[in-house]
């Protein structure tokens, strides 16, 4: 039985480049668990999602992150793509608004090359995670302890390997966020 997270609001913060899956079936997932959801991302409109190299369905932003506000959630969700979060990297707001949660003990959950944007807000040193495997060598350089296991769960940090992590990795996010 999933933990009911009625009354919780989570973010997920994406930009173009998105994996679809990697942001949709989190979603989900939240919200069937009784949570609220709000797609953040830099601009507002849509977001043009991914399924691998083949654009996918364009998704509505709920919030930029100029107006959202870490006090305005429980928890964050930074899904994959390869282009999503190296755009999201390069951004100071995307990177302030993931290292805030971190300062915050707020849950985070990233998943595939999502971890790019905690090394970026230089929040991974001292911690083990696991990611899409090219990211080893950054999270490593970064102090953090690289694993290949399906999913990883470090305090409030919550990540996964690939789509296929998808189900032990929202089960933990809801099981983290159910606890707060």
Same mark, same amino acid.
């Not at 998105?18 to 849509?46: I, Y």
């Not at 090394?119 to 040193?125: G, I, W, Y």
């Not at 495997?133 to 305090?155: F, H, K, Y």
């Given at each position: 039985?999933?933990?009911?997270?009625?009354?919780?609001?989570?973010?997920? +913060?994406?930009? #173009?480049?998105?994996?679809?899956?990697?942001?949709? %079936?989190?979603? *989900? /997932? $939240?919200?069937?668990? &009784?949570?609220?959801?709000?797609?953040?991302?830099?601009?507002?409109?849509?977001?043009?999602?991914?399924?691998?190299?083949?654009?996918?369905?364009? +998704?509505?932003? #709920?919030?930029?992150?100029?107006?959202?506000?870490? %006090?305005?959630? *429980? /928890? $964050?969700?930074?899904? &994959?793509?390869?282009?999503?979060?190296?755009?999201?990297?390069?951004?100071?707001?995307?990177?302030?608004?993931?290292?805030?949660?971190?300062?915050?003990?707020?849950?985070?959950?990233?998943?595939?090359?999502?971890?790019?944007?905690?090394?970026? /807000?230089?929040?991974?040193? &001292?911690?083990?995670?696991?990611?899409?495997?090219?990211?080893?060598?950054?999270?490593?350089?970064?102090?953090?302890?690289?694993?290949?296991?399906?999913?990883?769960?470090?305090?409030?940090?919550?990540?996964?390997?690939?789509?296929?992590?998808?189900?032990?990795?929202?089960?933990?996010?809801?099981?983290?966020?159910?606890?707060?």
């Amino acid at each position: 039985m999933a933990a009911q997270l009625n009354g919780k609001t989570v973010a997920l +913060l994406a930009t #173009d480049g998105v994996e679809q899956v990697e942001l949709t %079936q989190p979603r *989900d /997932a $939240l919200e069937e668990a &009784g949570a609220t959801t709000h797609l953040v991302a830099p601009e507002s409109g849509e977001i043009q999602s991914f399924a691998h190299h083949d654009k996918g369905d364009r +998704l509505k932003v #709920d919030a930029t992150l100029a107006d959202a506000s870490v %006090q305005d959630y *429980d /928890a $964050l969700v930074l899904p &994959g793509g390869v282009i999503n979060p190296d755009i999201l990297r390069m951004d100071d707001a995307a990177v302030a608004f993931v290292r805030a949660f971190m300062q915050a003990g707020k849950p985070v959950a990233a998943i595939c090359h999502g971890p790019w944007t905690l090394v970026e /807000a230089n929040v991974v040193s &001292g911690r083990t995670l696991t990611s899409w495997p090219s990211l080893q060598t950054d999270i490593r350089n970064a102090g953090g302890e690289w694993v290949d296991e399906e999913v990883v769960v470090d305090d409030h940090l919550i990540t996964s390997r690939k789509p296929d992590d998808l189900k032990a990795f929202c089960d933990q996010l809801i099981e983290q966020l159910g606890r707060t």
